[in-house]
T-cell receptor, first 115, second 112 residues
């Protein structure tokens, strides 16, 4: 069974440019999450999809960030325009059910560097 | 935002030694998870504890959830070089979904 796949693994862009990160969850996982770790800080929640619907986007930093999940399958996270403080590792995770004990499967992350 | 403090931040020990990593918060969590992360990879779940005072064992790793569900510990017996990595605790609030709050992390190095 394929795991959570994220693309690209690394992205280096200049301030003001646009970047789109993609996440393919494990097949059949309705729940998809985006998390982020900025340098020196802990991993923080960004948002949660249940199928194609945004369940919770309370962690999104500002309106430069736009997440979508077309047809309830893969998800994209667009940053436009990117700022220096957006640099960090963006993780995607998926799970089957919304329960406290449900196992989260994480992707390997996208390392974003904004110069 | 709840904060989970882990200690120590860094730990370098010799193969065969024992160690304990602590995860503390002022908030009550409905469950707490421990993850291990290796460079270039995402966190991988090791265990979930849900009941105050619960103890779970995974080979040489022993996990305990505090009675008040505000803290947890991870004890490794006879550490091996393969245990090297970043250990993260993460707490879930009541409400039943996986919007977890991650701890600050403990970077463990086990020297052969």
């Amino acid at each position: 069974e394929a795991g959570v796949t994220q693309f690209p693994s690394h992205s280096v862009i200049e301030k003001g440019q646009t970047v789109t990160l993609r996440c393919d969850p494990i097949s059949g996982h309705d729940n998809l999450y985006w998390y982020r770790r900025v340098m020196g800080k802990e991993i923080k929640f960004l948002l949660h999809f249940v199928k194609e619907s945004k369940q919770d986007e309370s962690g999104m930093p500002n309106n430069r960030f736009l997440a979508e999940r077309t047809g309830g399958t893969y998800s994209t996270l667009k940053v436009q325009p990117a700022e220096l403080e957006d640099s960090g590792v963006y993780f995607c995770a998926s799970s089957t059910r919304i329960t406290t004990n449900e196992k989260l499967f994480f992707g390997s992350g996208t390392q974003l560097s904004v110069l | 935002t709840q904060l989970l403090e882990q200690s120590p931040q860094f730990l370098s020990i010799q193969e065969g030694e024992n160690l304990t990593v602590y995860c503390n918060s002022s908030s009550v969590f409905s469950s707490l998870q421990w993850y291990r992360q290796e460079p270039g990879e995402g966190p991988v779940l090791l265990v979930t504890v849900v009941t105050g005072g619960e103890v779970k064992k995974l080979k040489r790793l022993t996990f305990q959830f505090g009675d008040a569900r505000k803290d947890s510990s991870l004890h490794i017996t006879a550490a091996q070089p393969g245990d090297t990595g970043l250990y993260l605790c993460a707490g879930s609030l009541s409400g039943g979904y996986q919007k977890v709050t991650f701890g600050t992390g403990t970077k463990l190095q086990v020297i052969p």
